[in-house]
């Protein structure tokens, strides 16, 4: 069991940067693949990033290819998530998510149904 909780949200204007934090408790935690998806109002919560357990591999949606990196650092039970270059489209509930010695094929790592642990969120609003 982890428990995960999301930190750094806010607002900022387009072209601002911010970095959310993704703490998670327990113990193991360099065996989770680790992910971030995202929900804006009215729409469904789509992926983001991941990045897998086993060697750190990290995977992207097209629309925040080049503009966000994923990360982690063992140490610390956290995972990162650098957004640059935001746009107000990138208003959002941001949430991490979970999954233990998780697949680690970019085929299945967008799915929501492969991450059995989520936490509660943070908002970030991009105002143009």
């Known amino acids: 069991q982890v428990q995960l909780v999301e930190s750094g949200g806010g607002l900022v204007q387009a072209g601002g940067s911010l970095r959310l934090s993704c703490a998670a408790s327990?113990?193991?935690?360099?065996?989770?693949?680790m992910g971030w998806f995202r929900q804006a109002p009215g729409k469904e919560r789509e992926f983001v990033a991941t990045i897998t357990w086993n060697d750190a591999s990290t995977y992207y949606a097209d629309s925040v290819k080049g503009r966000f990196t994923i990360s982690r650092e063992n140490a610390k039970n956290t995972v990162y998530l650098q957004m640059n270059s935001l746009k107000p489209e990138d208003t959002a509930v941001y949430y991490c998510?979970?999954?233990?010695?998780?697949?680690?094929?970019?085929?299945?790592?967008?799915?929501?149904?492969?991450?059995?642990?989520w936490g509660r969120g943070t908002q970030v609003t991009v105002s143009s």
């Open positions: 998510a979970a999954t233990r010695y998780g697949p680690t094929t970019a085929r299945v790592l967008n799915l929501m149904s492969t991450y059995d642990y």
């Open positions: 327990g113990r193991a935690f360099s065996s989770y693949t």
